[in-house]
């Protein structure tokens, strides 16, 4: 077994694990911040991911403190609580944005800073994005049926960001057959393996490449990522925003 392998079996090993604490909801937040993309709703990449053989390889999930057991155990627990009811899930979320939103009219939210999307996750987001119409949601996914699911919603708010790589491509096809509708805020992102250079493909509207390494890109326009281009990438999503402000949706 490879090591990136055995990362995501112990992974899953520890969030599979039945002592987290699910008695006291109290003090629970589920909310998560990242200096580069914002605040994120986070779930167990054990049990949520389908990962492709490169982002095995690539995934930032699988190392620093978003594998410490305090990062983990908010991860298992939101699952458990979104499982459990995806309609007080979001309102959860809607009580804990309430301050950032109140201080930034440009405030957004990630879902998805890892883990990725299952059914009780799509109504969750529904609730949400219905709920709070002005909030602009920034998903992303590498799962055909949910993706697809979440796209036919049409939910004006609530982006949907489709990562592919040389070894998932097969994906869009998957993706685009289980789609209803055309008119959707869906759109491709494409993560370079180790050492690949990027040659660009027409339908990728953002492109990262390994490690945001610019040596891997040969050719730089509008669809590189500004996170593989810049020295300091603080904030740059909340710069950026083409993830989620219809720019990368309509580049496609
Ligand atoms: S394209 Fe912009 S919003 Fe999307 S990941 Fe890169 S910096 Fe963030």
Redesign the pocket.
């Known amino acids: 077994m490879r090591i990136s392998n055995i990362k995501f079996t112990n992974l899953q090993k520890k969030t599979n694990k039945t002592d987290i604490f699910l008695t006291s909801n109290i003090n629970h937040t589920i909310l998560s911040n990242n200096k580069v ?1 914002g605040l994120s709703v986070n779930f167990p990449i054990g049990t949520t991911c389908q990962p492709s053989k490169v982002c095995i390889k690539t995934c930032y999930g699988l190392t620093g403190p978003i594998t410490w057991p305090t990062s983990l155990n908010k991860q298992v627990k939101n699952a458990l609580l979104c499982k459990d009811s995806p309609k007080d899930f979001a309102q959860k979320i809607i009580e804990e944005i309430t301050k950032y939103s109140a201080k930034d009219n440009n405030f957004f939210l990630r879902w998805n800073g890892v883990g990725d999307l299952f059914k009780e996750a799509v109504d969750a987001i529904h609730e949400l994005a219905t709920k709070e119409p002005s909030l602009p949601i920034w998903v992303v996914t590498r799962i055909p049926e949910h993706a697809a699911k979440l796209a036919d919603l049409l939910l004006p708010n609530v982006f949907i960001h489709f990562s592919l790589d040389e070894k998932s491509m097969n994906r869009k096809e998957k993706v685009e057959k289980l789609l209803t509708t055309k008119k959707n805020n869906l759109f491709y992102s494409y993560q370079c393996d180790k050492n690949e250079t990027y040659d660009p493909i027409s339908f990728i509207s ?1 492109v990262f490449a390994d490690k945001y390494n610019k040596d891997f890109i040969s050719e730089v326009d509008e669809t590189i ?3 593989n281009t810049n020295e300091n990438i603080e904030g ?2 909340n710069k ?5 402000n219809g720019d ?1 949706v309509n580049y496609k």
């Open positions: 993309t953002v990522c500004p996170l740059m999503c950026c925003r083409r993830c989620f990368a």
